[in-house]
Structure formats: structure tokens, C-alpha cells
């Protein structure tokens, strides 16, 4: 276990990593080039701790680092639809498989609207960026690419299938 970093800073870390995902330059490196704008972020890790402090909630270390934190749910994305009494669902299926649902607020019948693989949503965005005709006949392709853009700001790639 590694105490020599202190909480505010790993916080921090992980507060720029919900944010933006695990984006370059990694904070280890950009802790060392640019110390000025990782206090920012530090600044808003403190503020958060004494937010929680104020509940009664005090950030501990609790041993050594986990390698993979398990998820406790399949659900990586859920929201209400704009204009619509239907809830959007973004979650890991089985095997490689990820589903967009659509939930009805009323009675919780659930649609699954599509479901991909990220390779599939990866080789449609290729499509996409170069301009090729077939991407304008993919439906849903930009819900596709935006469950995407979810999965990989969550890191939730290596997710387990369902069983």
C-alpha cells in the first residue's frame, strides 16, 4: 500500500477520471508539468471532502488498492427521454453484447431498441468519419456512438456479461 500520495490527490484524480475518462496526459504526468492546473482540480477534491465531512462521512484509506472495482449493475446509463414517459437504459448484455432499452414509465415494460458490440460501434464510427454512404443507413447509429462514448467515459469496457 502506497501512503506516500495524499487523499485530496488521489480524490482528485478520481474526480477527473469520472469526468473525463482515463484521458492523456495520465495524471502522474501532468501532475509534473502542469502542478497549477492539477491544484485546481485538487481544490475541488478538498471542497468535496468537506462536503462530506459536514454528513459525517470521512474518506479513509482502506488497504491496498483493488485491481478491477466490480460493478454492483449492468446499468451503466439511465435517464428520462426528453418529451417522452419512457426511460433510456444503457447496459452490458451478454457475452459482448451492450443494449440501448427503452423502459415505459408506466408499467416498466422494457424495449430493447439495439444491441452491439463495442468492435461494431467502433468499425460504424469509422464509417461515420470517413464519410462512407453506408453510415446514413445504420439506424440508431447515433444513439449507438453516444452508449458508446458512455461505455468508454465509464471505463466500462471490461465489464462481465450478464449471466
Not at 454528513?55 to 472495482?69: C, K, S, T
Not at 464509417?127 to 447509429?141: C, D, F, N, Q, S
Request: aromatic share 4%.
Amino acid at each position: 500500500m502506497s501512503t506516500e500520495r495524499p487523499i485530496r490527490d488521489i480524490l482528485a484524480e478520481m474526480m477527473r477520471r469520472e469526468r473525463l475518462g482515463l484521458i492523456r496526459p495520465l495524471w502522474q504526468d501532468w501532475s509534473r508539468f502542469a502542478p497549477d492546473e492539477c491544484e485546481h482540480v485538487r481544490r475541488r477534491a478538498d471542497h468535496l471532502i468537506r462536503l462530506l465531512e459536514g454528513e459525517g462521512v470521512r474518506l479513509v484509506r482502506a488497504g491496498d488498492p483493488d485491481h478491477e472495482p466490480a460493478p454492483t449493475s449492468p446499468i451503466i446509463y439511465q435517464y428520462g427521454m426528453v418529451g417522452r414517459p419512457v426511460t433510456r437504459v444503457v447496459r452490458k448484455g451478454r457475452e459482448d453484447l451492450w443494449d440501448v432499452v427503452a423502459v415505459d414509465d408506466a408499467g416498466g415494460k422494457e424495449t430493447v431498441e439495439q444491441s452491439f458490440t463495442v468492435e461494431q460501434a467502433l468499425l460504424n464510427g469509422g464509417l461515420v468519419l470517413t464519410g462512407h454512404p453506408e453510415a446514413r443507413a445504420i439506424p440508431g447509429l447515433g444513439t449507438q456512438l453516444a452508449a458508446l462514448n458512455e461505455i468508454y467515459r465509464l471505463d466500462a469496457v471490461a465489464m462481465e456479461p450478464v449471466r
